[in-house]
């Protein structure tokens, strides 16, 4: 027999009544009835009961035994009685008679308990990572994250991908974060970074001559933790094809994507690629408050400010009359109560604006009569003209914000998310998928104006050079994500591959022609042999698999995440250099005051 096991913990069933056998596992759960043990023993596989009586030969060994002890044990297969067999375990027919022990790994007391569903803090379960990742729920999210990252690699490898691993140490590029520097040895005072994306290795590729290139790639950035970002690292999907349109991407991952949620979507409906719709950035903006909108809310925000121009409803007259300013309306239907409108005004001042203006329609006296404090200042005509193009009813209500987009937009959204789960009108049981195109090339910071890359710096500009002679804030790039319910999950462009295109891209966001040269030597050199057309993108497995699992955290699905302040609790990292390591780097290290 093995030395650790003839059987895991998940194989034996009925067939097996009589047989010896010998399992290994961890102790999950202990219960002493009236002198006889019963155990649980799990692997990774499943659970098996096992059972020690005073006859048995190891008994008094068995009641020294606790929660976590590793062991194997050798013992004879038993049917249950029809009473107490088990219908939600595989193996819930049968049970073991212990007749030997052994004790493979004692566990000390536990900082948290893996049997049960306690909820412990944060901090607990990433300094034991190792205890938290035995519970059934981590088990599950770890082994769809392994499952979901190899269907991606069969169904690319199926579209004619090859995959090609690209360097971990490189140079730093202005990828829109930053960049973790890794000191050289070799070349005291230079440093490597680790790379934020295989942006340009992968079009180095496509240069090579490779036709179609794909990886699951390492990334790293050294950004602001959030619920749905890690801190440091992640893994992308990561993909670029040569002689392609942005459609041509669109067609060639849309599958991929659509295809990994049917298989691991629990039988949620996924929308069929040839329906997801495609979204100017600037539309999304104005009808969703976001770049990444939740299309199961069938909420669509509409510009109202026509209706409020020259309005009794001076705050929104007056404010139309600066430059820039718009009044926003989000359509809130079944939500025509006065409880429910006070409830949300009282959402949008915690979110720190003054208020949102509202009105809803009720029936009095057998006809529709609008109510709220905007319906009596603006009067009915225009109040009427607002629920036309809104297309509200009887029962229905219509929120309202003023100002520069860019600066109410973002509650906005949130309002519209808000609404839309108080009202119940989100799908929860769909995965809704759009493409986001059309992202403005550049942005200017709104205290200095300074002109900067607002998406990915490497794409190419729609109306290229041509475009690029104009204003830049007007300039639109052949660049795209893929958002589903409320989450980017994919992000791309159709690059830059033109030398004179490229340097003046760079140089209205304030790179010179030199720097260019010198930061991207590599890339600048290949352009001038014969670069193709090509483009690409890259899907975020990390959140793909939060979504799968039903999660909004994504270091539930990353095996060793880092905590909120990009800290290892279990490994200890960040850690201090030692004398030595900085002497050999030649680097000193100047506390923080």
Known sequence: MHAFRSHTC????????????RLS???????????ILFIDLRDHYGVTQVLCDPDSPVFSDMEKVRSEWCIRIDGTVKARDPELVNPKLPTGEIEVFVRDLEVLGRAAELPL???GDQEYPEETRLRYRYLDLRREAMQRNMTLRSDVVASIRRRMWDKGFREFQTPIITASSPEGARDFLVPSRLHPGKFYALPQAPQQFKQLIMVSGFDKYFQVAPCFRDEDPRADR???????????MSFVTQQDVFD????VIAGIFEEFGGGRKVDAPATWAQISYADSALWYGTDKPDLRNPIKMQDVSEHFRGSGFAIFAKLLEQDGTEIRAIPAPTGGSRKFCDRMNAFAQKEGLPGMGYIFWREANGEMEAAGPLAKNIGPERTEAIRQQLGLGVGDAAFFLGGKPSAFERVAGKARTEIGKELNLIDENRFAFAWIVDFPMYEADEESGKIDFSHNPFSMPQGGLEALEADPL????????????????????IRNHKLDVMIKAFELAGYGEDEVRKRFGGMVNAFQYGAPPHGGCAAGID???????????IREV??????QRAEDLMMNAPSDPTSDQLMELGLRVIPQE
């Open 252 to 255: 060639t991952i849309s599958p």
């Open 474 to 493: 007007n300039v639109l790039g052949y660049q795209y994500d893929l958002a589903c319910n409320g989450y980017e999950l994919v992000s791309g462009a």
């Open 113 to 115: 308990m893996v049997f």
């Open 230 to 240: 890690s801190p440091t690292d992640f893994y992308q999907l990561d993909m670029e």
């Open 25 to 35: 596992g961890w102790v999950h759960r202990i219960r002493d009835h009236g002198g």
């Open 543 to 553: 959140r793909i698999v939060m979504l799968l699992a039903d999660t909004a955290n």
């Open 558 to 563: 990353i095996m060793f995440p880092m905590n």
């Open 10 to 21: 998940a194989d034996l069933t009925a067939a097996n009544v009589g047989d010896t056998v």
